[in-house]
């Protein structure tokens, strides 16, 4: 049996999940949902939930104008230039930072829970990142800039 390579799987779960954004980002766009809008809301019959009057500026930012899908759908296109990598970022210090993939992960997921067709990007976002935390704790790097390339 083989050792998991921690790196390699959370860069595939990471793929998938950025991908998985940007997709839900461009849905996000045309069907505007603000996804908490059920908590704190009130139920009118008709009219069925009503948000909450302090959700306003999320319903502002997501409903009226899509700027978090905006968002999330760069920090997806950029997840998926260092996943892929893009030519340019080929053996360079960017794309072989865990850490900086890190963050990058925790923003996606935070920006994708807040609107409705995100929430399972956020998810696999966060599985991703505890993925790479677990290939920083057993000392896993990706690739070395001098001529090795991860496959």
Request: hydrophobic share 50%; net charge positive; charged share 15%.
């Amino acid at each position: 049996m083989g050792k998991l390579i921690w790196h390699e799987l959370s860069r595939r779960i990471s793929l998938s999940a950025s991908i998985y954004a940007v997709w839900a980002s461009f849905w996000g766009m045309f069907f505007r949902k603000f996804f908490w809008d059920f908590v704190g809301g009130v139920l009118r019959n008709p009219g069925g939930i009503q948000p909450s009057p302090k959700a306003h500026m999320f319903i502002t930012l997501i409903v009226k104008a899509p700027v978090v899908q905006s968002f999330s759908m760069f920090f997806g296109f950029v997840m998926i230039a260092l996943e892929y990598p893009l030519p340019i970022l080929t053996r360079s210090a960017l794309q072989r930072s865990i850490p900086l993939r890190l963050v990058l992960l925790t923003f996606q997921s935070f920006l994708a829970v807040l609107f409705y067709q995100g929430t399972n990007a956020c998810l696999w976002s966060l599985i991703a990142a505890g993925c790479y935390v677990k290939a920083l704790t057993l000392g896993e790097r990706i690739g070395n800039a001098n001529n090795q390339t991860e496959e």
